[in-house]
């Protein structure tokens, strides 16, 4: 692909438009459709906790007040500047604390505090999704991310689940099982057998060539913004999806067992073939309002397990180097427990980060014995006390979005900026990522 | 200052009464006794000030959520009424009462500040904290509006004239033509292509002939199935999890519930076939049970009867295979033409529940199960489930959206201090204002549901051991409690209300958007610092005019759906599709923004599209069997519940696969027929060549015609400047392969199965008119609506 084709489709991506961009773009669609050059990181995971985690039981641990059945406050572990929660004897399967901790803590971010500002499910994912609460419009990090760094990669934003609005700046793709990509990383060929294609080649570059003519000559003539939209993702998606076709080496011959695991073999898959930037991975029920301990002790195992094997997965496959991962959920769960020994939701929780120029080893915020955040001075990222919580502000999803943003270098991009996340200068997080 | 568009908006949203003189703008509306007269010198303004800023940028989104009847405020001094759920006769009179309501709070001041902004603002005691913040647009809005009613009467200030030379909203918008509307409305409605005698009709008759047309098409089986999908789209219903004979039918109360497992097949001899029989039957029987809602969707529709019957039928649907599971077969078996078909249904009424223990009886006055149409199926219970501490929460949440149109957690409030606010109260949701705010409305629908009281697969019907939550707001709707004796019906009782309710009528007008362009009617702009607030702001306005017209007629004509479908498919909205020239202007860009069908057409839809072309189907887009449908966007009903409306490179490459296997399957298929039952290539052999005369090129350019008008529904000429694209498609592959000079004489061997008879290719001809056809069927005209 030629340096302009590549040029153009970037910009064009720049308006939310694929390629459909007003005039000038003939001779860049009259050229040869060559499939893009992989795309080559940084890759974006988002891991969610779907349903709510309980943060006692992970990366803040309390021990205190009867928060903790399962533990005292003289249990909790250390690992560096990370205290977690002992699961090594009460988890039912999956990686412990204990192991994950061994294993990543050095290279581990953790926030706590985190004010989700609401108690329900939808709302929260959106808010944790997009840094948005109020508004149906805004992409998730993911998508977004996926949009300004990756708009011509076939499969740019994977998602496996949660919240996953894309703000029309980018398709959503679902892959639901390693076999689907096979299927369709030889669109061209009979069965996917490169060896029998439908068309002789000759063939094959008119119709593409007959395509971009039509393509460039109705861009130039007037149309809805819906349509013109539409014409030009049709376009792009088609002419992208070429590309899919190296990803068929990295599909891996045995499909794992773990929900996680299987997503990640999908989103790894994509990764390493440079057609994907970001993926959700998701899984659910840890929406505990009944037997809190013995969900979170199945689910939290496995939901680390998961993490782990990716990370592993993208080691072996060298680009773990390349691999930003964020770890949340949309709620926390209640400092007590209810009648029937559950957790309801709690607006109050915490989230993880791992990747390249993240520094790890560190925890940033609190909550205090009664489980509510603790203010935090945005400039210093210390926890205020009672006699300084005027200079502390409570840290809400837009405040780690605006952080993810500039960490990923989009927070100047038009489409960043189309999605405004107005927090006030002296609220920036200083140095979030060390 | 008012804006054009201000201007615009004023007076399509209220029309008559911009005939009013400015200073008795709202002089009919009857003043109740605590709607204090206002000064004459404010009306005019004011009014207009109100009605297009005050009312929908503050009151409507910030105050209306308690400051109502049945809201957190409705104790306070200052109540508003809702216009959305007021009829047409009685809208204008809401707003008015609402705007002297706030006139009379804006005159009273404390401490020489209006009290309304101290309150807005929260310097003074007010349940909803602070509501405005004062930098906030929402403030100035609300600030602007009590200067106005306060100042003295300024010539400056003069009632606003209506904008005379503001464009109407679809002005420079091209409409489909009708025949092309015509083919649109066929495929979307009965999965087939227009016949030649409403195709003549439209010639003759134009939009007028349309009506007629579509009350037809509206008569076809393949409606229902369109119908069922969409409203599956919306309900969700197939989705629910689990066994249909063990998750719908309780262990307690339908002992036969498994009568497929006792079946013999005393026909089939050897016991091979009789497993393979047994499994089959009880996915039929399986399948019927999931289907029941969307088959009372579809009676409703078919036999014309009012749709508030989603909502208020007395009774369900059951297939011979339900009934038996029902234990109620014996006893309707007469009723259906056919006892063996598991997919025939007839409406029946379930007797009451009967349990293996008396304390698991249902309660009933009439004897029967009390069916409030789509409410009560245990289809619906079971897809949205409870638990001990969702108490019915999330159906309450999912009536409202499904039968009133209103999502409560769409743009759930932002509490200041969530944590705080549950630690503090020992029922946040009963006490706190920033939960009860909400819950004040959904617990009592909640409560509704008390006596649907089974979790997991125990069915859904069963009353709570210990009686329902004490510390929850008690069950009713919207103010009105539920009287105790109504308890047994209590689905009934909230039907009944809901049927009644204005906002029903909206809710079914907007699903039926929704069916017919795969996305959601758009919602009022939030934003007030957003520069292109007003335009977005118009484009809702008038979209909700139209949703509105509709509904007043849907409600006016026995809540016929049919008309719902005609009157969109009839609207702007459907048949807009392309602008006469070229809109530069940012604001008109966003009024237009969501103007336009313009979709994508889902996998079930490219299947039929193609089987409405081609005669049959790909097969590959299908639900399940491993098929290629979740990848192309489709639903699964549980977990992918929403559709993709954008095509991934995933779903690009399956466009390709798609484009090629159609054209692989069909074109010298096509050609082995003999020429009048081609669909393709009725006037035209292979061995006609581009560029060996004028009258083969003019074949060939006829052919590629009727390619576009068959495959794309356009209607080009022969001399276009598409056709004459597609023409140099076919012609270059012919040149190419001529210059290559060495090629097989005969298609590819994937191509030419099937035919009826041989389709030699030594010109490459044939295998070129594929290529034409891989390339129509990769273009938008095809894979979008």
């Given at each position: 692909m030629n340096k302009s084709r590549r040029d153009f489709l970037k910009y064009c991506s720049l308006a939310g438009l694929g390629f459909a961009c007003p005039g000038g773009m003939t001779s860049v669609l009259h050229a040869d459709v060559k499939e893009t050059p992989p795309y080559d990181g940084p890759f974006y995971l988002v891991f969610n906790a779907s349903g709510g985690w309980d943060t006692t039981y992970l990366m803040d641990p309390k021990g205190i007040n009867e928060m903790n059945r399962l533990y005292k406050e003289g249990d909790i572990l250390t690992k560096g500047a990370h205290k977690f929660a002992p699961t090594e004897k009460t988890k039912s399967g999956g990686m412990s604390n204990e192991e994950f901790y061994n294993e990543f803590g050095d290279e581990l971010l953790t926030f706590n505090g985190l004010d989700y500002s609401v108690n329900n499910h939808s709302p929260g994912a959106r808010y944790m999704a997009?840094?948005?609460?109020?508004?149906?419009?805004y992409p998730t990090f993911a998508a977004l991310v996926a949009a300004c760094n990756g708009p011509t990669c076939p499969l740019s934003f994977l998602t496996f689940g949660n919240y996953s609005a894309t703000g029309n700046v980018v398709a959503m793709s679902r892959v639901p099982y390693l076999p689907s990509l096979q299927k369709i990383a030889n669109a061209d060929s009979i069965e996917g057998n490169l060896r029998s294609p439908y068309h002789d080649d000759f063939a094959l570059s008119r119709i593409e060539q007959a395509l971009g003519e039509q393509h460039a000559a109705r861009a130039v003539q007037p149309h809805l913004p819906r349509e013109e939209r539409a014409m030009s993702m049709l376009y792009a998606a088609q002419v992208n999806?070429?590309?899919?076709?190296?990803v068929t080496p990295f599909i891996p011959s045995t499909n794992p067992k773990g929900r996680l695991a299987q997503q990640a073999e999908i989103a790894l898959a994509s990764f390493k073939a440079g057609v994907c930037v970001s993926a959700n991975l998701s899984i659910g029920q840890f929406d505990s309002h009944a037997n809190n301990d013995t969900d979170q002790m199945k689910l939290i195992p496995e939901f680390l397990e998961g993490i782990a094997y990716v990370l592993r997965r993208a080691e072996a496959q060298k680009i773990r180097e390349k691999l930003v991962v964020i770890v949340q959920s949309e709620m926390g769960r209640t400092p007590t427990y209810n009648k029937g020994n559950g957790k309801d939701h709690w607006s109050i929780g915490s989230a993880m980060f791992l990747g390249p120029r993240i520094k790890g080893n560190r925890v940033i915020g609190a909550t205090d014995d009664k489980q509510f955040g603790v203010p935090l001075d945005p400039k210093s990222l210390a926890c205020c006390k009672d006699s300084d919580k005027e200079k502390g502000i409570k840290i809400r999803p837009e405040h780690i979005h605006t952080a993810l943003r500039e960490h990923a270098g989009i927070a100047e991009h038009p489409l960043s900026k189309k999605f405004p996340l107005v927090i006030p200068e002296k609220e920036r997080l200083k140095g979030f990522w060390g | 200052m008012r804006t054009a568009t201000h201007q615009f908006i004023l007076r399509a949203a209220f029309p008559l009464l911009l005939l009013a003189p400015a200073g008795g703008l709202f002089g009919a509306a009857p003043d109740d006794a605590k709607t204090a007269p206002m000064p004459m010198q404010h009306r005019g303004p004011a009014d207009a000030f109100f009605l297009d800023e005050l009312w929908p940028k503050v009151a409507a989104q910030d105050c209306l959520k308690c400051h109502k009847p049945g809201g957190e405020a409705e104790d306070s001094e200052f109540i508003l009424r809702d216009p959305k759920r007021e009829k047409d006769d009685t809208r204008d009179a809401a707003l008015a009462e609402n705007r002297a309501a706030f006139v009379r709070m804006a005159a009273i001041k404390k401490d020489g500040e209006s009290r309304l902004l101290l309150k807005a603002s929260g310097k003074i005691k007010h349940g909803g904290k602070v509501a405005l913040e004062p930098a906030s647009a929402g403030y100035r809005v609300l600030a602007e509006f009590v200067r106005r009613v306060n100042a003295p009467a300024d010539p400056k200030l003069a009632p606003a004239v209506v904008e005379k030379n503001a464009p109407p909203f679809f002005d420079g918008i091209l409409m489909l033509d009708d025949r092309r509307l015509l083919r649109r409305a066929t495929l979307s409605l009965a999965a087939r292509l227009p016949t030649d005698a409403e195709l003549s009709a439209v010639a003759a008759k134009g939009l007028k002939a349309m009506p007629a047309i579509l009350e037809a098409v509206m008569k076809e089986d393949a409606f229902y199935n369109r119908l069922r999908e969409g409203f599956n789209d919306i309900f969700l219903t197939l989705g629910a999890d689990g066994n249909a004979d063990q998750t719908f039918l309780s262990y307690d109360h339908f002992p036969q519930r498994h009568w497929y497992q006792k079946w013999e097949f005393k026909e089939i001899p050897d016991e091979g076939s009789r497993k393979k029989a047994g499994y089959k039957m009880a996915d039929e029987y399986r399948k019927a049970l999931h289907l029941e809602p969307l088959k009372l969707i579809e009676h409703i529709v078919r036999e014309g009867k009012p749709f508030t019957e989603i909502i208020t039928a007395d009774y369900m649907m059951v297939s011979p295979y339900g009934a038996r599971g029902y234990g109620i077969f014996d006893e309707v078996k007469a009723k259906f033409k056919n006892p063996d078909d598991p997919f025939e249904y007839i409406p029946v009424r379930l007797p009451a529940l009967k349990g293996r223990?008396?304390?698991q009886d249902q309660e009933s006055k009439t004897g029967f199960y009390p069916h409030a149409g789509i409410l009560s199926t245990f289809q619906w219970l079971c897809r949205y489930p409870t638990t001990e501490t969702n108490r019915n929460r999330l159906r309450a949440r999912m009536y409202y959206q499904h039968f009133l149109g209103v999502d409560v957690l769409e743009l759930a409030a932002r509490v200041s201090d969530a944590a705080a606010v549950t630690a503090k109260y020992k029922v946040p949701t009963m006490e706190a204002s920033e939960c009860v705010v909400c819950h004040k409305t959904l617990d009592p629908i909640a409560g509704m549901f008390q006596d649907y009281w089974k979790f997991a697969d125990a069915g859904v019907y069963g009353k709570r051991k210990d009686g329902w939550f004490t510390d929850m707001f008690g069950a009713g709707f919207e103010g009105e409690d539920m009287p105790a004796e109504e308890r047994w019906r209590a689905l009934q009782w909230l039907g009944e209300r809901t049927a009644k309710d204005p906002r029903f009528a909206v809710a079914m007008v907007e699903h039926g958007y929704y069916i017919l362009t795969g996305r959601k009617v758009l919602l009022p702009p939030k934003d007030l610092d957003d520069p292109l607030y007003s335009a977005k702001r118009r484009a809702y306005h008038e979209q909700r005019t139209r949703t509105e017209a509709i509904a007043k007629r849907f409600a006016e004509t026995g809540f016929n759906f049919k008309n719902v479908i005609q009157d969109w498919v009839m609207s702007d909205f459907y048949r807009a599709d392309g602008l006469a020239s070229a809109e530069a202007n940012p604001a008109r860009k966003a009024e237009l923004d969501d103007i336009g069908v313009v979709r994508m057409l889902a996998p079930e839809q490219v299947e039929r599209k193609v089987t409405a072309i081609?005669?049959?189907?790909?097969?590959?887009?299908?639900?399940?069997?491993?098929?290629?449908d979740m990848l192309y966007g489709g639903i699964d009903s549980k977990e992918v519940t929403e559709r993709a409306t954008d095509p991934s490179g995933a779903m690009g490459a399956i466009q390709r696969i798609l484009a090629n296997d159609i054209a692989c399957r069909n074109t010298a298929l096509d050609f082995s027929r003999a020429p009048g039952e081609r669909k393709l290539f009725p006037k035209i052999e292979p061995d006609v060549l581009p560029g060996a005369s004028a009258e083969a090129d003019a074949n060939i350019r006829e052919t590629i015609a009727h390619l576009h008008q068959q495959v794309l529904g356009r209607n080009d000429s022969p001399a276009s400047p598409e056709v004459d694209r597609t023409f140099r498609l076919f012609a270059g592959i012919v040149s190419d392969a001529a210059e290559r000079?060495?090629?097989?004489?005969?298609?590819n061997y994937s191509c030419r199965q099937g035919l009826e008879h041989p389709v030699p290719d030594p010109k490459y001809t044939v295998r070129a008119w594929r290529a034409v056809l891989t390339y129509l069927l990769r273009n938008h005209e095809f894979l979008y609506e």
């Open positions: 997009t840094g948005k609460l109020d508004s149906l419009a999806s070429k590309a899919l076709q190296r | 223990a008396k304390q081609f005669g049959t189907g790909w097969g590959r887009l299908k639900h399940g069997d491993g098929g290629l000079g060495k090629f097989s004489p005969d298609e």
